[in-house]
Each structure stands twice: as C-alpha cells, then as structure tokens.
C-alpha cells in the first residue's frame, strides 16, 4: 500500500488513474495543476508522483525538480505524449524514474508501479572502499581483534606452539598466516596439513613422510610435511579429529621434535614451528578422554582464541567492504555500493558460519547481481527469516519486556507524534526508511489512515 500522487489536468484521465490505483491496492490522491501537487506533496508525503509533462500553468517539467526535492524524495513517472520525447529526454535527465506514454497503457503502468514500489527503494547507498588490512587483508576494528593482533605479535617473537581456537569460518588459517609472516620464519615454508584427513596411514605418510614400498602404491620414497616445514611453520588444521594412534605419534614430533617416516626405522629431527587449529572445545575433548592431555598441553602453550563474528559486530562493515573488494576483483564483479540496509540487516543476524559464511554470500551476491549495488534482494530468505524477531510478546517477572517490545513501543510513540510522517519520524530515530519500513512491517505498525490490515 503506497501513497501515490496523481497530477494532471486533465481531469478525465487523472480520474482514471485514480480508480486504477485504488484498484491496485494503491493510496491515491489526486491535483489537478503542479502547485496544488507540490502542496498536497508536503502535507504528506507520497512515495511516487506521477506526474503529466504538459499542463496548463506550471509544467511537469518545470515542476519536476521541486518534487525530487522533498524530503524523502519520491519517484516520479512522467505522463507523456508521444510527440514530447525531447522533453521526456530532459524529464530523464532531470531525475524522473520512468515515462509513460498517453493513451495510458495499464500493464505499462503497472510494470512501472511494481519495479518503483514493488521493490524497497534504497535510500542510503554507502561506495564500496578499500580497508586497509596489511598484507594479509585481515581486518580488526574490534577491541577483541585488536587482541588477537596483539598476540599476533607477541607469540611471533619465539618459536613456541600456538594453539589457535574459535568457530568454523572465523579466521584462524588466516591467523597462523600471520604469525608465520610475522616471526623469524617468515622467509620459511608455511606448510599445512589437514589432520581431519580420513585414512590414518595416508595422514601419517603426509605428515612423516614414508620410505619406498612402505604401502601398496609407495613407489618411492617421499619426505612429510614436517620435514618439508624445515626451517619454517607447520599448520595442523582440524587437530581435534586426529585418532588416538595418531596423536600418539604427533606427541613425539611435537615433543621432541624428531618423528619416523613410514616404514623406516631411522629418526629424523625438525625445526619447524608448529601452529594447530580446531574449531572443537579441546579441553572437553580431554575430559571425555578422545583428545590426550599431554599432546593438549603440549600444543597449546599459547593458545589464541578468535571470537565469533557476532560478538564483534564493529568489525561487520569494514569486512564487507574489504571482502567485496577482493571478490569484485577475483571474479570479475562490478559491486560499487552497498545499501545500509543490507548492513543493519548482516548486524542483527548470528553468523553460524562467521567470516566465512560472510564471504560466501558476498560471492554468491557478486556472482548473480543484475545492478552494481549490494541491496536486500541478495540475501537469502533464511537469514531474512533469522533476523526478524520471535512473534510471541516476551514476558518476564519485572514487566520490563524484550528489546524488540521497547522497539515496537518507541517507533509507535514517534509515528504518532510525527502524525505517521515517516521521514520525519527516519530523521528523529536516526534510522534509514527502508529500515523504518522493515519495523513497521515485523511490528505491524499500521498508520492509522491506512486500509492496510
Ligand atoms: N579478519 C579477517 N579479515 C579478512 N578476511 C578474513 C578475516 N577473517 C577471516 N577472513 C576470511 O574468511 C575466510 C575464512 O577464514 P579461515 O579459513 O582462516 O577460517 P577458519 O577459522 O580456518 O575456518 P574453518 O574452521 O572453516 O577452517 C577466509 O577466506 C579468510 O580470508
Ligand atoms: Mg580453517
């Protein structure tokens, strides 16, 4: 239900555009010369115009620009007759969203009514920008980041194992990067093993090496990846899969710094810095006895633990710019704005999947955007879903109520004391429209003047 301002002078077919509306589940209001428009306009204002280029007294034309002047500026579709092309030319130029041509065609209209209306209209648009984030692209904005950095730092200076923990998709490959390029090692192999590997002897191979003939296949003999680290880092992902057999293994290249390749007797020795990560709770791990205590202890004498995307929103928007940045330029995209929207919605989701889940959607995003804008239509259902808030009225002892009671109350206060002026009410809640209208529509705050149920 949008509020729809018709001007035209000719009355006949102003009439008939009335009665279309209406029809269409539209709110129309009809002027029939450009003053009497501008000021219905400003009493309230209507979220499209549409608006005849040739009228007695002030033209559409010349009328145009103060309609695109108000505060929030509405769409306007000019009425044109087909020898005004020039001035449908200059209309375009102006500002206008779209032309129709008289005699009106209705399936016209209406393919132009849904496209303006059909679709939340962005309002804040914010240009995609480079953040800096070293050579690694890493961003931290967040006080937790900036302690993660810190450590980063720290833990760079010795040798000593990392023990790098947090949820899937939050960052911790591109920490033990890091912390590799930032210690002595850095001009080093930075090798990586994925311990989550399913044929325990083919890990033990990847990891120790093995000799000629050691199993089926072994034709030749072929160093491990401790031995490849030489001189540099060793990153075990997924240490918290590993088998009990396995970690008794580990335990002595990490203890002793020395292991066996497969099928050899003969000792060999490295120097390689070892980093492990797992997205599991290892010390539980330990207390229901599937990880070793002593390889636990052993690995993490620091341990440096990445906090999930939802608790460091502050980090959200320069992620998506940074992220957007390198995706445009790997595949080729042309996102160049982002609608504030999009963020205020990426704020309020939980992000399961952390930076990573972000990127993929980001991807997803670039691969199939028909504009150049990052707007609410590329953002699957389900997250929509997510963040909308639970149906059911909180209750609690205090009578306080939920956060999203207090939203409801407070933006219904200011609707009604604004007259349900929504640009007014956007201005004094500090919000953009399109999330006014997301409000309004999880809260079913209806203006009162409106058939809308
Ligand atoms: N702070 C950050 N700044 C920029 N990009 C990041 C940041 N953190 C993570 N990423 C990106 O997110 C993706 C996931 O990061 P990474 O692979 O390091 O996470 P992970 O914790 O190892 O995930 P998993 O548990 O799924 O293996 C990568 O593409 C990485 O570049
Ligand atoms: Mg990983």
Known sequence: MSRVLVVDDDKACARTLELHLRAQGHDPVVAYDADAGLMLARVEPPELVILDIRME?????????????????????????????????????????????????????DAALERLLGVERPDQL????????????????????????????????????????????????????????????????????????????????????????????????????????????????????????????????????????LGSAATSHTDARIIAATNLDLASQVADGRFREDLYYRLQVVNLNLPPLRDRIEDLEDLVHALLVRINKEMQGGITHVDQAVLDCFAEYTWPGNVRELENLLMRAVATATGNVLAMDALPAD????????????????????????????????????????GEACAILGISRPRLRRIMREHRLISPGSSED
């Not at 500026?73 to 200059?90: N, R």
């Not at 002897?201 to 120790?208: G, R, V």
């Open 57 to 109: 007294g002030r033209s559409g034309l010349d009328a145009l620009p103060d309609f695109r002047a108000l505060q929030p500026a509405p769409e306007v579709v000019m009425i044109t007759a087909f020898h005004d092309m020039a001035s449908t030319i200059a209309a375009m130029q102006k500002g206008a969203a779209d032309y129709i041509h008289k005699p009106i065609d209705v399936d016209e209209l």
């Open 126 to 261: 914010l240009p995609v920008r480079d953040v800096p984030g070293g050579p690694l692209q890493m961003v931290a904005r967040s006080r937790a980041m900036k302690e993660v950095f810190k450590t980063i730092g720290l833990v760079a200076r010795s040798n000593a194992t990392v023990l790098i923990t947090g949820e899937s998709g939050t960052g911790k490959e591109l920490v033990a990067h890091a912390i590799h390029n930032a210690s002595e090692q850095a001009n080093g192999p930075f090798v990586v093993v994925n311990c989550a590997a399913v044929v325990e002897s083919l890990l033990e191979s990847d990891m120790f090496g093995h000799e000629k003939g050691a199993f089926t296949g072994a034709v030749g003999a072929q160093p491990g990846k401790f031995a490849l680290a030489q001189g540099g880092t060793i990153f075990l992902d997924e240490i918290g899969e590993m088998s009990a057999t396995m970690q008794a293994k580990l335990l002595r290249a990490v203890q002793y710094k020395e292991f066996s390749p």
């Open 383 to 422: 997250m929509k879903r997510a963040v909308l808030p639970p149906d059911a009225p909180a209750t609690d002892s205090f009578g306080l109520g939920s956060l999203a009671d207090a939203e409801r109350l407070h933006v219904q206060r200011v609707l009604q004391a604004t007259g349900w002026h929504r």
